[in-house]
């Protein structure tokens, strides 16, 4: 009985064919991926953000002028941003490749630092000429910036003078910012109004909540929007117009300054404890103090020099774009109180 | 015992056991899809712990995401697919006129963008400062849309999913049976008629496909919502991600919340499969559409040409303006650039690959979908295999590629890889546009030519080859150019790796808006545009003529 029909036979689909071509192209990848074997030089691996190393960044000119005088390879590796940065530190833990990491932001060097996997920058930072008022032994400071609200001059003839005018002028202009919970500037914005407001935060935020056209993931997005027109005025950072300045000729955006003064973000780099080079990393950090760094960070990142050199900034940054009070809470403080804090403004803003 | 009893067991035994060995390729494909994300979330959880479910079982506020996250998406699936049905019956309905293939073209675009592209296109026409308001501005009125808010995220999920799900839709017509058409004529049916009794059998194999992707894409949007909400009120469960990978550093609740997000998108489209149950069609010899009785009524023609241009200006306009601002940029300086060429290259190779697991994948699945429903009666479990090869839309793909990346760390690969991975990561998010494709045409062609192939014993590579292969030809080539220029498009998964030493193009993109420069990336976003359009055309091509 049932003889015939139930000949059991496994069906030949095309698989084989196509796994062969699957594998081939597999490999080629594979030989794209890796990285043509270099001549033997030290190589020293710094993580940092993607604009850092991007063409116009200031990346390719540092690795020009450091490995000239290092004899070794410097190599960067950009990740999405400086909170992308802790948390891949974090997921690689003492397997780490890397040596430095560059781009953490204030708000972010406690939480690092407690990951324990930092070490002693090691060099004599009393002798340096610091923009900025600055001792700490792990981190060092390579450029800063302040945060500000950039306006269309030809929007806003009369930008708000201060943030507690911004918040109270019904009638004020709109403004697009970030998001606290995925990009710096919005966190630092956060920062800026707990600086000002205290504990009565929330209700500055729910003032100010009716005139904010949108909260978007990132600087890039709400940047973008703004130069499109959505609103006058976008959070950013006090050194933007220089750019439209010195890139692009024109006067037209300009930063609105507060007289309460700016919340301010220094950018840092410090070693990993796990380093094989801990010399050369010691050597990058102290270059990145360089007059040679120094100079070239004001027009490739777009922040402040972090130490006084010989040369005086380009004539795009206008003196009176650098705020007369510099606001700052302690990093241990950012720590702790970040969550309740952007708490806070999540609901006064969803309400 | 029984000398032709004992014949029965064996054969009955090797007969379960060649019902289970006939299901390898679906097996083999879902061990993958399994392996892979289960994988990624046990490696996280493993060296991160577990996270506390019962925080976030009792989080009000998760409540109130999950909540906005479902109604927005729920809306936007409705919308986008609702409108769909009669455009893509529309252009069923008029098959020959001029511009018809540039327009359905154009239908594969918005997909394809990055975001952030699509957005600034969106707001340029319909924004504040967009077109529509200068324009109402300039006659005297001070009305403008309100685009921040739940009504510019469901313009965005329309945007992006009205086209794909008319391109998911379009191929349920070629399915009907000139016969059908004749038939109909006949008979003397009416629009009405013809939809109820001819297309919506035809259709409902198609449709939920259509329903349960465009649905988990806009349940995971992120950057549309965040960017196009207008405040924190609108989050969808892809931004708590976000934000505890990324932010809050707490890996174990970022998984446990792509768990969360899996089950409910896994939940509601299997529900949603099981409620459309797809109809069997009528067979016929014939195609085409000559004999359809009302494709030439006046009124009919009318509503078709009014249909097709709308969506043609909706989707048309914002891409419009990012062809615009490219040109406007300079142009030449970008062109010219060899780096933003070796990063077009890079891309290509990533989106070939990924459309090649995928396609395999899909193939797979669908074969083994098919051989369920039809010689194992089980249409239950067919509904199971096309849904474990959708539901990869709905892992986070930065969760996966936080999990591949630890196990790249363990074994020391993570330079090696990185394309690799991109590259798997993007096949996952293609799988499912794939399988939905492929799949209702392949069981359709064995509803038809199952019992003639065991007649005449043609299996194996040979019935793939004559009978499969050009049945699904022409959805093989759509789902893998599609596929293709999706993955070329993606910016997602690409960001999350070391992205110095090899970028790809929309990674570049997105790096030059960070560093200020707009009008570069401007005409990287048209470069990109009109590539993405390149490799759809040619791979539709290709692969559409292939051994034919």
């Known amino acids: ?351 | 015992m029984d000398k032709s009893l004992a014949v029965c067991i064996v054969t009955l035994s090797r007969m379960r056991a060649y019902r289970v060995i006939s299901l390898w390729p679906g097996t083999l494909a879902v061990a993958f899809l399994g392996t892979l994300i289960g994988g990624s979330l046990a490696g996280i959880m493993a060296r991160f712990g577990t996270g506390d479910l019962t925080a976030i079982v009792t989080d009000a506020y998760l409540h109130s995401v999950i909540g906005f996250t479902l109604w927005q998406a729920t809306l936007s699936t409705l919308i986008s697919v609702g409108l769909a049905l009669p455009i893509a019956r529309a252009y069923a309905r008029q098959s020959h006129f001029v511009g018809r293939r540039a327009l359905i073209t154009l239908m594969g675009l918005p997909m394809v963008m990055p975001v952030i592209v699509a957005v600034l296109g969106i707001v340029a026409i319909y924004g504040h400062n967009g077109v529509i308001t200068q324009l109402m501005r300039a006659a005297g009125f001070t009305w403008s849309f309100g685009i921040y808010g739940l009504g510019g995220i469901l313009l965005a999920h329309v945007f992006f999913n009205l086209p794909l799900a008319v391109r998911l839709l379009l191929p349920a017509w070629e399915q009907v049976p000139g016969e059908s058409w004749r038939l109909a004529s006949t008979l003397g049916m009416s629009s009405t008629q013809l939809f109820r009794f001819i297309e919506w059998p035809a259709l409902s194999a198609f449709l939920p496909g259509a329903l349960v992707i465009v649905f988990l894409l806009c349940f995971t949007s992120f950057a549309v919502v965040l960017t196009l909400g207008g405040g924190p009120g609108a989050t969808t469960v892809e931004v708590a991600i976000y934000q505890a990978l990324r932010f809050d550093f707490d890996p174990g609740r970022a998984t446990l919340l792509a768990l969360t997000q899996l089950a409910l998108c896994a939940t509601i489209a299997l529900t949603m499969s099981r409620w459309l149950r797809s109809q069997p069609l009528t067979q016929g010899l014939q195609k085409g559409l000559r004999n359809r009785p009302d494709r030439n009524a006046l009124l009919n023609r009318a509503v078709d040409v009014l249909l097709i241009t709308l969506s043609a200006l909706f989707i048309g306009l914002p891409i419009a303006t990012v062809v615009v601002a490219g040109l406007e940029g300079p142009l030449l300086r970008v062109i010219l650039d060899s780096a933003l060429w070796s990063a077009t290259a890079r891309s290509l190779g990533i989106a070939l690959i990924a459309t090649l697991i995928a396609s395999v994948l899909a193939l797979g699945l669908a074969m083994t979908a098919r051989r369920l429903v039809l010689v194992q009666r089980r249409p239950g479990a067919t509904d199971l295999v096309l849904l474990a090869g959708s539901v990869s839309l709905a892992v986070p793909p930065m969760v996966i590629g936080t999990g591949l990346f630890l196990w790249a760390l363990m074994t020391g690969t993570t330079e090696v890889i990185t394309l690799l991975l991109i590259a798997l990561i993007n096949a996952l998010m293609v799988l499912p546009y794939a399988l939905r494709s492929i799949a209702p045409v392949l069981i359709d062609s064995g509803r038809r030519h199952h019992k003639l192939c065991e007649q005449l014993g043609l299996q194996g590579w040979q019935r793939f080859r004559r009978i499969d292969w050009p049945a699904i030809r022409k959805p093989t080539a759509f789902a893998v150019a599609l596929g293709s220029a999706l993955s070329f498009g993606d910016m997602g998964v690409a960001a999350l790796f070391d992205t110095s030493g090899a970028i790809t193009l929309p990674v570049m993109l997105y790096h030059r808006m960070s560093a200020y420069r707009f009008d570069e990336a401007a005409v990287t976003a048209l470069v990109l545009v009109v590539m993405s359009m390149i490799l759809f055309w040619a791979l539709d091509r290709i692969v559409g003529r292939w051994l034919s």
């Open chain 1, 1 to 351: 009985m049932a003889s015939k029909p139930l000949r059991p036979s496994v069906p030949k689909e095309p698989y084989v064919k196509i796994l062969k071509i699957l594998f081939g192209l597999a490999g080629c990848l594979l030989a794209i991926a890796c990285p043509a074997t270099q001549a033997a030089k030290t190589q020293l691996t710094v993580y940092t953000y993607a604009s850092f190393v991007s063409e116009w960044g200031p990346g390719p000119l540092i690795e020009e002028h450091f490995e000239a005088q290092c004899d070794c390879d410097l190599k960067f590796v950009g990740l999405e941003d400086g909170a992308a940065l802790l948390s891949r530190l974090k997921l690689e833990g003492d397997r780490s490749p890397a040596d430095v990491i560059l781009g953490l932001d204030t708000s972010l060097t406690a939480e690092a630092q407690q990951t324990g996997l930092l070490q002693e920058h090691g060099l004599d930072l009393e002798s340096v000429d610091f923009a900025l008022p600055w001792s700490d032994l792990v981190f060092v400071p390579y450029d800063f910036g302040y945060f500000g609200f950039v306006y269309d001059s030809e929007a806003l003839p009369i930008p708000p003078a201060s943030l507690t005018e911004l918040v109270n002028n019904s009638n004020g202009p709109r403004i697009i910012i970030q998001d606290p919970r995925t990009s710096t500037p919005g966190l630092g914005l956060v920062l800026w109004m707990r600086k000002i407001f205290d504990a009565a935060d929330e209700d500055a935020w729910a003032m100010l909540a009716p005139r904010i056209v949108t909260v978007t993931k990132g600087w890039s997005e709400a940047y973008g929007l703004f130069l499109k027109g959505e609103a006058p005025m976008v959070l950013s950072y006090t050194t933007s117009p220089a750019y439209h300045r010195h890139v692009e000729q024109t006067d037209r955006y300009r930063v609105a300054m507060f007289k309460e003064g700016h919340y301010r973000q220094v950018e840092v780099a410090a070693r990993l404890g796990t380093s094989s080079e801990p010399q050369l990393a010691q050597d990058f950090l102290g270059f990145l103090l360089s007059d040679t760094v120094q100079n070239i960070l004001p027009t490739s990142n777009w922040m402040l020099p972090a130490v006084h050199t010989g040369q005086p900034l380009p004539d795009a940054f206008h003196s009176d774009e650098v705020p007369q009070q510099m606001l700052r809470f302690d990093p241990a403080q950012v720590q702790d109180q970040r969550k309740q804090w952007i708490n806070r403004w999540l609901f006064a803003l969803s309400r």
